[in-house]
């Protein structure tokens, strides 16, 4: 099993910035690949941002590629997710979520996720 409980989110203006973390327990944390997901209200849940079980690989949607970057520190047991340049678009519940395979976008892929952290941006 493993346990995720995400933090850091809140409200902010537009342009602004905040960094989510995300801490993990259970098992060996540099066993899994790590993910970002958002939902907004009425919509589905989309991929945010992946990394690899070393953090030498992460990938990232389209709409936050070169505002958002993606990390994580093994030693910590923990995922940051660094949202710069936010947008009102931004706003949803971010969960991040952990599998046991690659650094994937595809949300059916992740064996677990944390509770969320709500971000709403400010126009």
């Known amino acids: 099993q493993v346990q995720l409980v995400e933090s850091g989110g809140g409200l902010v203006q537009a342009g602004g910035s905040l960094r989510l973390s995300c801490a993990a327990s259970?098992?060996?944390?540099?066993?899994?690949?790590m993910g970002w997901f958002r939902q907004a209200p009425g919509k589905e849940r989309e991929f945010v941002a992946a990394i690899s079980r070393s953090g030498g690989n992460t990938r990232y949607a389209d709409s936050v590629k070169g505002r958002f970057t993606i990390s994580r520190d093994n030693a910590k047991n923990t995922v940051y997710l660094q949202m710069n340049s936010l947008k009102s678009e931004d706003t949803a519940v971010y969960s991040c979520?952990?599998?046991?395979?690659?650094?994937?976008?595809?949300?059916?892929?992740?064996?677990?996720w944390g509770q969320g952290t709500q971000v709403t941006v400010s126009s």
């Open positions: 979520a952990a599998n046991f395979g690659s650094a994937t976008m595809l949300v059916n892929e992740y064996d677990y």
């Open positions: 259970g098992r060996t944390f540099s066993s899994y690949a």
